[in-house]
């Protein structure tokens, strides 16, 4: 069971990590981990060491410069630090192949900063709904305007491209849980 005192320390540390991500200080965002890792479950994809988290910080906020959250609850576990929040940005630039729409989102997310025997955060799990993203992403495109067809084609044609990719095998073949 984890003490008062280590919950708060947790606590500050996943606050000071959301703040800094905000204020795209990558390097205090990587130092509150002694090595970044990312797991994107609707995506199934992993971020793993510095070079592949500044690459994935890099490709976010260049899709959505003005990213930010709120934060709606925080609660411990003896392992984990998790937080419900919403994101929210606007569409600027490129999502890996989907192009930018121009249109803001708000998406309900869930993060599990997850702590080590030692106290260290040695992983943010992200939970979302990809296709709720998605909708606010496209769906703000007035269909009845021409000039919107192609944004959209290119958008389905990038979505498609995305969406081919392998998942990441860490997050396929986990073990099962051993209950008591």
Same mark, same amino acid.
């Given at each position: ?34 090595? %970044?890792?990312?797991?994107?479950? %609707? ?136 209950? %008591?």
């Amino acid at each position: 069971m984890i003490t008062d005192d280590i919950r708060k320390a947790r606590q500050q540390l996943v606050l000071d990590h959301f703040h800094d991500e905000v204020r795209q200080d990558w390097d205090d965002v990587l130092a509150t981990f002694p090595h %970044p890792r990312y797991e994107l479950i %609707p995506t199934m994809t992993v971020h793993d060491g510095d070079r592949a988290v500044r690459g994935y910080y890099h490709g976010s906020r260049v899709a959505f410069p003005d990213q930010d959250h709120e934060i709606i609850a925080l609660r411990h576990t003896d392992d984990a630090v998790i937080v419900e929040f919403w994101l929210l940005g606007t569409h600027r630039g490129p999502l890996g192949a989907i192009p930018p729409t121009g249109n803001r989102f708000r998406v309900r997310m869930t993060a599990y900063f997850i702590f080590d025997a030692n106290d260290d955060l040695v992983c943010e799990r992200i939970y979302f709904d990809s296709l709720t993203l998605l909708k606010q992403l496209i769906g703000g495109l007035n269909m009845r305007r021409p000039r919107n067809w192609l944004r959209a084609a290119r958008f389905v044609r990038g979505l498609l491209k995305e969406a081919g990719g392998e998942p990441d095998p860490a997050l396929v073949h986990t073990p099962k849980a051993v209950l %008591p």
